[in-house]
């Protein structure tokens, strides 16, 4: 079969699923309907397998190739197609999202089977997949901006999955607002780069852009930027991220999947992807990385802070999208899309993890309350660790080497990129640090109630099941989480996944060793041809600088955790107590969310007031509405005034009108 | 001497006409109009019709008019000037049926029609006949003619409707109140309970039928 | 006489009738104006059918006749009905029929 049937097969396997899945819900028994979104998913990876094995057979120059199935409207110069575009950079990206993808459904097939949603968790995660799946094979933008709204549409429904906590239901809407606006600039930024183009293709555009635009032109630049508008919102950048944070209220399962392997990355593909126009528009490309900087230094200190597990976790992945976007907008591609791999493995591993430590609280998702869980989760301490080392980049875990590539190429770029390069390695000293504050915290210490009740084999259980974000009392009926808690030690498909995972992010660095080896780099290497960055010389002192300063600030960072949160527990303390100022700037997460509320929802707010008491009632209710049937009141009663009800005036009138009449006839004959 | 019997008639029907119009007692203007008819039966004779003459004074004299003696009795007409809620329609009334007439008289004995100077088709023996009547209603009018025949039904049973009572004798205290009479929104109902409602509750702007 | 004379006749009766309908207060005097009109009409029709020398307006005019039996049938009937319930018999009065 030709790669781009498999493309075509890669898209039809979770269809299938959320449609079957979403059929017959109600008649699959016990984890039926888990063990079908899993067995979608693990045939949409072989079919990527497929993929990428025809690919591969054709000759180095010739691995573009685009498949067209219905020509939806061809009219007035819009071009609009059901084609998808398989070439290495979309098959690479199908690999990581449908490899990952099933080991996340085989991770929840245990995860969540006791809660009463189950059939309808694995509807919407099939949905989820085929959406990003659309998105990164997408052969034009039409086909983008459609993946692109699925993938959001399906974030909103998986964030909110518990839906009767109204903390989830208000962090799934935020999230939806949010990505919202980032489908306004991804949509004007293709209007603007349509408007000269002509085509909605991505080869044929590709071909044209340096024709139609100068360097940096104004209309490029402005499309450029909207599309970094699109991908900023959807990969939680700053000032568009303040919905990721709030999006861990979705289960674990989908913050592993979603939100730290597939579609915050999404982002960073579509800068790859459009990697012409950016290089054909610098300035774009430059506020690019800016802001991916910006990022990752932002939210590695708000993860310093933060005391709920899975938003440390959430932090970590902004401040780790950052790099990939700062990689890819200055043309580090291949390094950036490596980071992407190898982040959605430790990434996911991570959330993986967090899911079955929160088990083990039955809940509970503060690091306040978790210690000392090493003896009692052997199993689960060891994913930790190996995807806390991957994080912190500490060789030879592959996050190290692909962090590290990235650095590599951005410092390569000389110029004012030495402050990113600078601000990068910092932010990966913190990055170990607030990693292994989370680990040593959570694990380490004196065990608490919860880890002593799991060393004498019994899970604790909550007598009343409570939101964890504001302790308000729930049941665990539909729209709730269900009354099991699981963790890795017990379910074998959860232990399954992570071991992958865990595999994954241990040996994967060896595919791309910055200097020695090239797999990814060759490999996408037909999709960036023409681009001037892609093949960058590096310098060897550089590389090894780099290398060696990733490594002492890597272990450092450890070093560091050890010593305030094992080694002298006070210190913190005092440390707080000292830089309050910071640290309350911090723990507020920049106060993003204040400003946004005073800017931009309170005016909403009092405008949508304004509108409603003022405008509404009295100008369209009173005066509008009002006066149109105050007239034709009016009027009728008017008229009503001729029906008198005497028989008399009616005979009068038609004796007057027949005089009339008669008259008339009279005058004109 | 037919001009003089036709004075004689057309001055018959004009007063008949007048005195329907003018007289108060509503058994007066009965009588007014029998004469009335008379005078248009001798006008028909004088034009030939010997059958619609007869005709007009069997059916339309004799029977319509008793059912009219009849009912006028029955109802009684009281003695009623004529003093409508406004005086202007007395003055409007008579000026615009002169404007009519005026208008009437443009219309036939201007209208340039050289025939009606003369005295009519010649003559022909059975013009007006009886014979000639029934051929006609049986050959060319017949659909007329069965459909004035439907027409008269309709009216029979129509009548039989509207003057029928509904229960006992109705003298004395009416008891028409239904089992359900509860208040009811204006304009529903039969005619009858819409009727009562109307009497009973004292009429008012609730039966205006309004928004 | 000539037919010019029986058509002013009927006119006139015509005009008569119509201030008679507007102008009297008791139903059952309308309706004998209504009847008036209809007889001039009946006479304009004879005097036509002469003018011509054919049936047909006779056969119009015992049409109209039957028709105003109906029509007089009915009429009598209502006021007859009026009576019955105790209703004034004066058209000004019998005024709900109003918007």
Same mark, same amino acid.
């Given at each position: 079969?030709?790669?781009?049937?498999?493309?075509?097969?890669?898209?039809? @396997?979770?269809?299938?699923?959320?449609?079957?899945?979403?059929?017959?819900?109600?008649?699959?028994?016990?984890?039926?309907?888990?063990?079908?979104?899993?067995?979608?998913?693990?045939?949409?990876?072989?079919?990527?397998?497929?993929?990428?094995?025809?690919?591969?057979?054709?000759? +180095?120059?010739?691995?573009?190739?685009?498949?067209?199935?219905?020509? &939806?409207?061809?009219?007035?110069?819009?071009?609009?197609?059901?084609?998808?575009?398989?070439?290495?950079?979309?098959?690479?990206?199908?690999?990581?999202? *449908?490899?990952?993808? %099933?080991?996340?459904?085989?991770?929840?097939?245990? !995860?969540?089977?006791?809660?009463?949603?189950?059939?309808?968790?694995? $509807?919407?995660?099939?949905?989820?997949? #085929?959406?990003?799946?659309?998105?990164?094979?997408?052969?034009?933008?039409?086909?983008?901006?459609?993946?692109?709204?699925?993938?959001?549409?399906?974030?909103?429904?998986?964030?909110?999955?518990?839906?009767?906590?109204?903390?989830?239901?208000?962090?799934?809407?935020?999230?939806?607002?949010?990505?919202?606006?980032?489908?306004?600039?991804?949509?004007?930024?293709?209007?603007?780069?349509?408007? +000269?183009?002509?085509?909605?293709?991505?080869?044929?555009?590709?071909?044209?852009?340096?024709?139609?635009?100068?360097?940096?032109?104004?209309?490029?630049?402005?499309?450029?930027?909207?599309?970094?508008?699109?991908?900023?919102?959807?990969?939680?950048?700053?000032?568009?991220?303040?919905?990721?944070?709030?999006?861990?209220?979705?289960?674990?399962?989908?913050? %592993?999947?979603?939100?730290?392997?597939?579609?915050?990355?999404?982002?960073?593909?579509?800068?790859?992807?459009?990697?012409?126009?950016?290089?054909?528009?610098?300035?774009?490309?430059?506020?690019?990385?800016?802001?991916?900087?910006?990022?990752?230094?932002?939210?590695?200190?708000?993860?310093?802070?933060?005391?709920?597990?899975?938003?440390?976790?959430?932090? *970590?992945?902004?401040?780790?999208?950052? &790099?990939?976007?700062?990689?890819?907008?200055?043309?580090?591609?291949?390094?950036?899309? #490596?980071?992407?791999?190898?982040?959605?493995?430790?990434?996911?591993?991570?959330? /993986?993890?967090?899911? *079955?430590?929160?088990?083990?609280?039955?809940?509970?998702?503060?690091?306040?309350?978790?210690?000392?869980?090493?003896?009692? /989760?052997?199993?689960?301490?060891?994913?930790?660790?190996?995807?806390?080392? %991957?994080?912190?980049?500490?060789?030879?875990?592959?996050?190290?080497?692909?962090?590290?590539?990235?650095?590599?190429?951005?410092?390569?770029?000389?110029?004012?990129?030495?402050?990113? !390069?600078?601000?990068? !390695?910092?932010?990966?000293?913190?990055?170990?640090?607030?990693?292994?504050?989370?680990?040593?915290?959570?694990?380490?210490?004196?065990?608490?109630?919860?880890?002593?009740?799991?060393?004498?084999?019994?899970?604790?259980?909550?007598?009343?099941?409570?939101?964890?974000?504001?302790?308000?009392?729930?049941?665990?009926?539909?729209? @709730?989480?269900?009354?099991?808690?699981?963790?890795?030690?017990?379910?074998?498909? /959860?232990?399954?996944?992570?071991?992958?995972?865990?595999?994954?992010?241990?040996?994967?660095?060896?595919?791309?060793?910055?200097?020695?080896?090239?797999?990814?780099?060759?490999?996408?290497?037909?999709?960036?041809?023409?681009?001037?960055?892609?093949?960058?010389?590096?310098?060897?002192?550089?590389?090894?600088?780099?290398?060696?300063?990733?490594?002492?600030?890597?272990?450092?960072?450890?070093?560091?955790?050890?010593?305030?949160?094992?080694?002298?527990?006070?210190?913190?303390?005092?440390?707080?107590?000292?830089?309050?100022?910071?640290?309350?700037?911090?723990?507020?997460?920049?106060?993003?969310?204040?400003?946004?509320?005073?800017?931009?929802?309170?005016?909403?707010?009092?405008?949508?007031?304004?509108?409603?008491?003022?405008?509404?009632?009295?100008?369209?209710? =009173?005066?509008?509405?009002?006066?149109?049937?105050?007239?034709?009141?009016?009027?009728?009663?008017?008229?009503?005034?001729?029906?008198?009800?005497?028989?008399?005036?009616?005979?009068?009138?038609?004796?007057?009108?027949?005089?009339?009449?008669?008259?008339?006839?009279?005058?004109?004959? | /001497?037919?001009?003089?019997? #036709?004075?004689?008639?057309?001055?018959?029907?004009?007063?008949?006409?007048?005195?329907?119009?003018?007289?108060?007692?509503?058994?007066?203007?009965?009588?007014?109009?029998?004469?009335?008819?008379?005078?248009?039966?001798?006008?028909?004779?004088?034009?030939?019709?010997?059958?619609?003459?007869?005709?007009?004074?069997?059916? !339309?004299?004799?029977?319509?008019?008793?059912?009219?003696? #009849?009912?006028?009795?029955?109802?009684?007409?009281?003695?009623?000037?004529? =003093?409508?809620?406004?005086?202007?329609? =007395?003055?409007?009334?008579?000026?615009?049926?002169?404007?009519?007439?005026?208008?009437?008289?443009?219309?036939?004995?201007?209208?340039?029609?050289?025939?009606?100077?003369?005295?009519?088709?010649?003559?022909?023996?059975?013009?007006?006949?009886?014979?000639?009547?029934?051929?006609?209603?049986?050959?060319?009018?017949?659909? $007329?003619?069965?459909?004035?025949?439907?027409?008269?039904?309709?009216?029979?049973?129509?009548?039989?409707?509207?003057?029928?009572?509904?229960?006992?004798?109705?003298?004395?205290?009416?008891?028409?109140?239904?089992?359900?009479?509860?208040?009811?929104?204006?304009?529903?109902?039969?005619?009858?309970?819409?009727?009562?409602?109307?009497?009973?509750?004292?009429?008012?702007? =609730?039966?205006?039928?309004?928004? | 006489?000539?037919?010019?004379?029986?058509?002013?006749?009927?006119?006139?009766?015509?005009?008569?009738?119509?201030?008679?309908?507007?102008?009297?207060?008791n139903p059952l005097v309308v309706l004998l104006c209504l009847e008036l009109m209809l007889n001039a009409g009946n006479l304009a029709l004879i005097a036509f059918s002469r003018m011509h020398g054919t049936g047909d307006g006779q056969i119009f005019a015992l049409i109209v006749m039957v028709v105003a039996a109906c029509e007089v049938t009915i009429g009598l009937g209502l006021i007859v009905a009026l009576y019955r319930r105790r209703l004034p018999i004066d058209v000004d009065e019998l005024s709900e029929l109003r918007g």
């Open positions: 079969m030709s790669a781009t049937t498999y493309g075509w097969l890669v898209l039809a @396997f979770p269809l299938a699923g959320t449609v079957v899945i979403s059929l017959l819900y109600r008649r699959l028994p016990g984890r039926t309907a888990g063990w079908i979104g899993t067995a979608a998913i693990g045939l949409s990876f072989l079919a990527s397998v497929g993929a990428l094995l025809a690919l591969l057979d054709h000759p +180095h120059e010739e691995r573009q190739l685009v498949s067209s199935l219905y020509d &939806y409207a061809s009219t007035a110069g819009v071009d609009g197609q059901l084609s998808i575009l398989i070439d290495p950079l979309s098959v690479f990206m199908m690999l990581v999202v *449908s490899g990952v993808s %099933a080991l996340i459904h085989l991770y929840s097939v245990s !995860y969540l089977a006791s809660d009463r949603g189950y059939s309808r968790f694995f $509807a919407y995660l099939n949905f989820f997949v #085929f959406s990003m799946l659309l998105l990164v094979e997408a052969g034009n933008f039409l086909m983008l901006i459609v993946g692109w709204a699925f993938v959001g549409a399906a974030s909103y429904l998986l964030i909110s999955f518990w839906y009767r906590r109204t903390t989830a239901t208000g962090a799934g809407i935020k999230a939806f607002v949010i990505n919202v606006i980032g489908d306004v600039g991804l949509v004007l930024g293709t209007y603007f780069i349509f408007k +000269h183009v002509g085509t909605l293709d991505f080869l044929a555009t590709f071909e044209r852009v340096p024709d139609e635009f100068s360097t940096n032109q104004g209309d490029l630049v402005a499309g450029c930027v909207l599309l970094l508008v699109g991908a900023f919102a959807k990969s939680a950048q700053i000032p568009l991220h303040t919905w990721l944070p709030d999006a861990m209220e979705g289960p674990t399962p989908v913050s %592993a999947l979603i939100h730290a392997a597939t579609m915050v990355t999404a982002g960073v593909y579509l800068i790859a992807r459009m990697h012409p126009l950016f290089e054909q528009a610098p300035a774009a490309a430059d506020v690019g990385a800016v802001v991916g900087c910006l990022t990752l230094i932002v939210a590695a200190t708000i993860g310093l802070a933060a005391t709920d597990l899975k938003r440390v976790i959430a932090y *970590s992945t902004m401040s780790q999208i950052g &790099y990939m976007i700062m990689g890819v907008s200055a043309g580090a591609y291949a390094a950036g899309l #490596f980071h992407l791999m190898t982040h959605a493995f430790f990434k996911a591993l991570l959330f /993986m993890a967090a899911g *079955s430590l929160i088990g083990a609280m039955a809940g509970v998702q503060s690091l306040d309350r978790m210690s000392g869980f090493r003896r009692a /989760m052997p199993f689960t301490f060891g994913c930790f660790v190996i995807g806390g080392l %991957a994080l912190a980049g500490v060789p030879p875990f592959s996050g190290f080497f692909s962090k590290d590539e990235i650095l590599l190429l951005v410092g390569e770029r000389g110029g004012w990129h030495w402050i990113l !390069y600078v601000v990068g !390695y910092i932010g990966a000293f913190l990055t170990a640090v607030y990693t292994f504050r989370m680990i040593f915290r959570a694990f380490l210490g004196e065990p608490v109630d919860e880890a002593r009740e799991l060393e004498q084999g019994h899970v604790h259980h909550a007598d009343v099941p409570r939101n964890p974000a504001n302790d308000e009392e729930e049941d665990t009926d539909v729209g @709730f989480p269900g009354p099991e808690h699981h963790i890795a030690e017990r379910a074998g498909e /959860m232990r399954g996944a992570m071991a992958v995972l865990a595999v994954g992010a241990v040996v994967a660095g060896v595919l791309q060793v910055p200097g020695t080896t090239h797999v990814i780099e060759s490999f996408l290497e037909p999709t960036f041809a023409e681009s001037r960055l892609f093949e960058a010389e590096t310098s060897t002192g550089l590389t090894v600088l780099g290398l060696v300063l990733g490594t002492v600030l890597g272990l450092g960072g450890i070093a560091v955790a050890y010593r305030l949160w094992v080694q002298r527990p006070d210190a913190p303390a005092r440390i707080r107590e000292r830089l309050s100022a910071p640290y309350r700037l911090f723990a507020n997460k920049w106060y993003f969310d204040e400003l946004y509320d005073a800017a931009i929802v309170r005016p909403g707010a009092a405008l949508g007031r304004f509108a409603q008491e003022t405008f509404e009632r009295v100008f369209v209710d =009173r005066a509008l509405i009002g006066g149109a049937t105050g007239i034709v009141r009016a009027g009728s009663s008017a008229v009503r005034s001729a029906q008198t009800g005497f028989l008399r005036y009616y005979a009068a009138l038609l004796l007057l009108g027949l005089t009339g009449l008669a008259l008339y006839f009279l005058l004109v004959s | /001497m037919a001009e003089v019997l #036709f004075f004689i008639a057309a001055t018959g029907a004009i007063a008949g006409a007048i005195g329907v119009v003018a007289l108060r007692n509503a058994f007066y203007a009965v009588l007014a109009l029998v004469g009335h008819l008379l005078s248009l039966a001798a006008l028909f004779l004088l034009l030939r019709s010997e059958f619609v003459a007869a005709a007009q004074v069997v059916v !339309y004299a004799g029977a319509v008019m008793v059912l009219y003696v #009849f009912v006028v009795a029955y109802v009684g007409g009281e003695d009623m000037p004529i =003093r409508g809620t406004a005086a202007g329609l =007395r003055i409007v009334a008579p000026l615009f049926a002169v404007v009519l007439l005026v208008e009437l008289c443009i219309a036939t004995l201007g209208s340039g029609l050289k025939a009606i100077d003369g005295e009519g088709a010649g003559f022909d023996p059975a013009f007006g006949s009886p014979a000639q009547i029934g051929e006609l209603f049986l050959t060319k009018f017949l659909l $007329a003619f069965e459909i004035a025949s439907f027409l008269l039904l309709v009216a029979a049973v129509g009548a039989v409707m509207l003057a029928r009572r509904r229960r006992g004798l109705d003298e004395g205290d009416r008891d028409d109140s239904t089992p359900l009479d509860i208040p009811r929104p204006a304009l529903t109902g039969t005619m009858a309970e819409a009727v009562h409602s109307g009497e009973a509750t004292g009429r008012g702007d =609730r039966d205006r039928g309004g928004w | 006489m000539a037919i010019g004379w029986y058509l002013a006749v009927s006119a006139f009766i015509f005009c008569i009738g119509a201030a008679g309908v507007v102008t009297r207060r």
